[in-house]
């Protein structure tokens, strides 16, 4: 079993419209989630981070965790093309170090 | 977040060659992360870098092929050995900032021929 699994996309969701994104972790230990976009040919962008149970909302963007179910999501509000973009969940593992999914591509169609 | 310069940006080598990748942050940090994307893939993490200790290598990725320096805190270099077309990849430098996060660099583009 992967340590992070995403279906890999691409979601494709209609300008305007939510954009949900799912991701599912193995470590119960955890305790530090984050959501990278990586647009083609450029170095991951952190957007969301998310420690504790519940929603966390940053503008367009919320994220929500459930560490009983091991599972965290992403949503995206009013999509953009410019949200156009591949979506990396990651967890922080033992030892600090950051352990990541194999990425969500999403295309926002005009 | 800290200012993180990579270089080169791309590069184009000849199979058996080295390649040497430079990260530089503004700011002086503890640990500095190396990671492999390789294409179509998400982030691997080679490596852990500390100023003043050997790197701390993950399972598969070895010092002979990926030796790192980490000469003080705020620079650190991957050097990729004796290359093949299956070491065509982005490499990417990251640091920790407050609370856990880790910001990247640009990355590197490596295509080895």
């Known amino acids: 079993q992967k340590e992070v699994e995403q279906n890999s996309g691409p979601l494709s969701v209609p300008e305007g419209a939510i954009a949900s994104l799912n991701c599912t972790y193995s470590?119960?230990?955890?305790?530090?989630f984050f959501w990278y976009r990586q647009y083609s040919g450029k170095s991951p962008e952190l957007i969301m981070f998310i420690y504790s149970n519940g929603d966390k909302e940053d503008g367009r963007f919320t994220a929500q965790l459930n560490k009983a179910s091991q599972y965290v999501s992403l949503l995206i509000r009013d999509s953009q093309p410019s949200d156009s973009a591949t979506y990396l969940c990651a967890f922080l593992a033992a030892g600090n170090k950051l352990t990541f999914g194999g990425g969500t591509r999403v295309l926002v169609k005009p | 977040s800290a200012v993180i310069s990579q270089k080169p940006s791309r590069d184009i080598c000849q199979r058996g060659t080295s390649l040497t990748i430079q990260c530089q942050v503004d700011s002086q940090v503890t640990m500095m992360f190396w990671y492999r994307q390789q294409p179509g893939q998400s982030l691997t993490l080679i490596a852990t870098?500390?100023?003043?200790?050997?790197?701390?290598?993950e399972s598969g990725f070895v010092i002979d092929k990926f030796p790192i320096s980490r000469p003080n805190l705020t620079f650190s270099t991957l050097t990729v050995s004796n290359m093949s077309p299956e070491d065509s990849s982005i490499y990417l430098c990251?640091?920790?900032?407050?609370?856990?996060?880790?910001?990247f660099g640009s990355g590197t583009q490596l295509s080895v021929l």
């Open positions: 990251s640091v920790p900032g407050r609370g856990e996060k880790l910001f």
């Open positions: 470590d119960r230990g955890s305790q530090s």
């Open positions: 870098a500390n100023q003043g200790s050997e790197a701390t290598y």
